[in-house]
């Protein structure tokens, strides 16, 4: 039986239309971020007023100083020399930002977005028109000054506003002498039914403007994809007239849509994720609060999400620290906190520009931490050996219903076992699905990922036969692009089976143990969902069953499962089924993972969603199951082997081509989580320091190892051909750098 969801969706024009006005993944080029973003790992908010703090932090090692800045003026200084900044805000702008040079720091200047009041009256038809009535327009008579009416103000940027904006923030770029600026809210608008957006649209795209805002509807679906290249385009106008002006100036600002927990639920989206690429330096707010699942993995990967959509660049996660329930306060805060957290995101790959939101003392002592780590973290390129694919099509165009269970669990179950089993496990973007850049990978995992092209199907079938390795689960290659259902699986070929709906839950509930029933409600029930039994026993010579980790976690070889599922038809051809389900209360069981050979390459698919379960109710098999699936159709293992426990993160980087730097990060949290579960978030005051690291390493000639902070050298000892360092205890975080012999 099929969904209620699939029903709907097959009721959806399943042919993709043309669309003229996007520019294709595969046409789509970024910005390239001077060299001074991607070595500003020590960065600052603060007041161009505040001399003091600006001094002291640049003598800490600051480089970047992030600062409030004027507000859109009008007219032009080019059509009135006498217009511009006001004084007496103009000199004391230029004050603080001749200090902070002297001091050595770049200087980023965030400007608000509103419009001057005198466009907006001029063009009322340029305004924001969340609904379809005309009446709106006269808005443009209040008083536009009025905090109350500020947003008024906030003209979509595909108006010829937008071009004034850009050159009045180039007089200002020229004026000022700044280095770049950022903004708070320049995105675009879920639906505007302004006269101007709705006759630029079907003028632009000869669609019918969309009635409502509605996902399931393709009217609404094409009009996103418009908006989100019309903002686009205006980002890489900015940029590219900023650097006429300046050839090191940048774009280095907030953004919705690269990884924060409560902006992957954002849906519609309000910016493409591919949009980061246009700016230099993507900043998101970095929550570990309640609301962000802020004990669980999420923040990490989000941390290491913000690099992967500036296109491995590099990308910022401010850190806001909040008491549970209280958003942007540091009541009750412990400063040793700041410091795991902004070590946390930097180990994967992700820097952290710092208020003073927990104090001068904190805040310092957290920047000499990053100051003493400065030459580890700049100029890096992951180590590539799996590629997990963080699909935004998917996300946002078959997932949008319910975006935890459709997607973002299936990718953090994956993202947790990459992280528990220390391995280079790199979030790639559609972006990155064209044959040049999955050849550099041994596997290319897809956690459901629904939403695929015809021509991204065929790069990875064509990756697959060439040798690559693939680990797919659910409904991967269901849809295309658009989130419009295929008839069966677009890679059903690779895979060796042919999709036969989601199965029923039972009619029946089980029974459940009187003590265990007093705190079950209905939701229980309804999140249960596909649960039953693996067996794996019954394909004794699969990976799975064979392999020693998963007898020794499961020795009768059968194992609790709960999460998504589908149900596949028999698997055929390459493939060999390598795991039973057993339904709750049905005798009926049907095989849900399979494994083969596809061409020069090796497959794993899994009907079941191990990785989804992973996350949400996780049992420690499926890691294990999900590891041995990418080790075994990855072929080659990587050659560094981290062995930590697995609170110790380990993320993999080239430097240069004869440096690898190896981060190791303790994410331990000595109170164990034992608060209540759905408020829980780490605030950590101490760290209990982890010994009995190793690494060892095949194949590369290290004849030794180095420790940043402290430069202690590390020399290695051989164990049956295996290299092998032990690593000093790791307290918080440690860098291992390991190099080349000369002549190597």
């Not at 089980?510 to 003590?515: T, V, Y």
């Not at 049905?586 to 379960?613: C, I, K, L, W």
């Not at 205890?729 to 002549?743: N, R, S």
Request: with cysteine.
């Amino acid at each position: 039986m099929l969904s209620a969801w699939f029903l709907v969706a097959v009721s959806i024009t399943c042919q993709t239309a043309d669309v003229p006005y996007l520019t294709p993944d595969r046409q789509f080029a970024g910005a390239q971020a001077p060299a001074w973003v991607k070595e500003g790992v020590v960065k600052v908010f603060l007041s161009l007023d505040d001399q003091t703090s600006i001094a002291e932090t640049a003598a800490i090692g600051a480089t970047i100083v992030h600062a409030g800045g004027p507000a859109l003026y009008y007219p032009l200084r080019r059509d009135d020399p006498q217009s511009g900044i006001p004084e007496p805000e103009r000199s004391q702008l230029l004050k603080g930002i001749n200090f902070a040079k002297q001091q050595g720091l770049r200087v980023i200047l965030g400007v608000s977005p509103y419009a001057p009041v005198e466009i907006v009256q001029q063009h009322p038809e340029w305004m924001h028109h969340a609904t379809d009535d005309p009446e709106l327009l006269k808005r443009a008579n209040l008083d536009l000054s009025r905090p109350e009416n500020i947003g008024l103000r906030s003209l979509p940027l595909n108006t010829p506003y937008g071009d004034y904006a850009i050159e009045c923030l180039a007089e200002m770029l020229r004026d000022l002498a700044v280095d770049g600026f950022s903004f708070d809210g320049c995105y675009h608008p879920f639906i505007n039914f302004s006269p101007y957006e709705k006759s630029l649209y079907q003028q632009e795209t000869g669609r019918a403007f969309p009635t409502r805002i509605d996902l399931n509807d393709d009217d609404y679906r094409y009009y996103l994809l418009w908006s989100d290249e019309k903002l686009e385009r205006w980002y890489r106008k900015l940029g590219q007239r900023l650097q006429q002006v300046n050839s090191e100036a940048v774009i280095y600002t907030w953004t919705t849509n690269a990884g924060r927990y409560g902006h992957f639920l954002t849906s519609p989206r309000v910016m493409s994720a591919r949009m980061n690429r246009l700016i230099h330096c993507p900043v998101q707010e970095w929550w570990l609060d309640e609301v962000n699942l802020g004990s669980t993995v999420v923040p990490y990967f989000g941390a290491a999400y913000v690099r992967a959509v500036s296109g491995g660049q590099v990308g910022a996660s401010e850190p806001y620290l909040m008491s549970r329930g209280n958003p942007y306060t540091t009541d009750s805060f412990p400063p040793h906190e700041l410091t795991v957290r902004c070590l946390g995101a930097m180990t994967n790959g992700s820097f952290t520009p710092l208020a003073q939101m927990a104090g001068k003392s904190a805040t310092y002592a957290t920047l000499r931490e990053i100051a003493a780590r400065k030459e580890v973290f700049i100029n890096l390129q992951q180590e590539p050996w799996a590629a997990l694919l963080v699909s935004e099509q998917t996300r946002q165009f078959y997932a949008h219903g319910n975006i935890v269970e459709r997607w973002l669990s299936h990718a953090l179950g994956f993202y947790r076992m990459g992280m528990e089993e220390h391995l280079p496990l790199n979030l790639i973007t559609e972006l990155e699905l064209t044959p040049e850049e999955l050849d550099r990978y041994r596997v290319l995992i897809l956690p459901n990922v629904a939403c695929l092209s015809d021509e991204q199907i065929a790069t990875i079938r064509e990756y697959v036969e060439r040798g690559g390795g693939l680990v797919a689960t659910c409904e991967t290659s269901l849809c295309d692009e658009m989130g419009h259902p295929r008839a069966d699986f677009g890679l059903a070929d690779v895979f060796g089976t042919s999709y036969a709906g989601r199965p029923q839950a039972p009619v029946i509930r089980s029974e459940l143990d009187a003590n265990f029933s007093i705190v079950v409600d209905d939701s229980y029930w309804a999140k249960r969902g596909n649960a039953g039994a693996f067996r794996f026993g019954d394909y004794s010579q699969s990976i799975f069953a064979t392999d020693a980790r998963l007898q020794h976690l499961v020795p009768n070889l059968q194992a609790t499962f709960k999460g998504p599922l589908i149900q596949p038809t028999e698997f055929v051809k390459h493939t060999q089924p390598a795991v039973l389900f057993f339904p709750e209360g049905s005798r009926e069981p049907f095989p849900v993972v399979a494994t083969g050979q596809f061409g020069q390459g090796r497959v794993v698919y899994m009907a079941a969603g191990v990785d989804a379960a992973l996350f949400s109710y996780g049992f420690p098999y499926q890691r294990v199951m999900l590891a041995r699936a990418v080790q075994w159709a990855a072929q080659e293992n990587y050659p560094i082997e981290v062995k930590a426990p697995m609170c110790v993160q380990s993320t993999f980087w080239k430097q240069a081509d004869d440096r690898t730097i190896v981060h190791l990060w303790n994410g331990l949290n000595t109170t164990s989580d034992h608060g209540q579960q759905d408020v829980e978030a780490p605030l950590r005051e101490e760290s209990i320091p982890i010994h009995g690291i190793q690494m060892r390493v095949q194949g590369r000639p290290y004849q030794q190892a180095r420790c940043v902070p402290g430069d202690q050298i590390i020399l290695p000892r051989d164990e049956n051909g295996v290299t092998i360092f032990d690593i000093p205890p790791v307290e918080v975080h440690l860098a291992i750098v390991l190099e080349a012999a000369q002549g190597e």
